[in-house]
């Protein structure tokens, strides 16, 4: 049974930084792509940032990007998400996510088979 678990998400000041943890299980970590999505109250599951399996290919959507950090540990089972200068805007769930992608299609949501249950970002102003 494959089983993401995410941890770090926590209420933060803007400005402030996090850190994103996803630990997975029941699968062969180091075949998939791992990525990042979120979902604010009343909007759409969205990209946030993916690794390919060997952590040579990375993407992020453009609202992140430069402050925000995908890094995954195939020794451990393990993907992180560092995020920096965090915004009102970054608050969400945030999922971690599992997935044979091809490397055009990282942002995509439907190309992911596994989903952790979330862990909840706060920014305050």
């Known amino acids: 049974q494959v089983q993401l678990v995410e941890s770090g998400g926590g209420l933060v000041q803007a400005g402030g930084s996090l850190r994103l943890s996803c630990a997975a299980s029941?699968?062969?970590?180091?075949?998939?792509?791992m990525g990042w999505f979120r979902q604010a109250p009343g909007k759409e599951r969205e990209f946030v940032a993916a690794v390919s399996w060997i952590g040579s290919v990375t993407d992020y959507r453009d609202s992140v990007r430069g402050r925000f950090t995908i890094s995954r540990d195939n020794t451990k089972n393990t993907m992180t998400l560092q995020m920096f200068s965090l915004k009102p805007d970054d608050t969400a769930v945030y999922y971690c996510?599992?997935?044979?992608?091809?490397?055009?299609?990282?942002?995509?949501?439907?190309?992911?088979?596994?989903w952790g249950q979330g862990t909840q970002v706060t920014v305050s102003s």
């Open positions: 996510a599992a997935g044979a992608v091809p490397t055009g299609y990282l942002d995509s949501t439907a190309r992911y088979s596994y």
């Open positions: 029941g699968l062969t970590f180091s075949s998939y792509t």
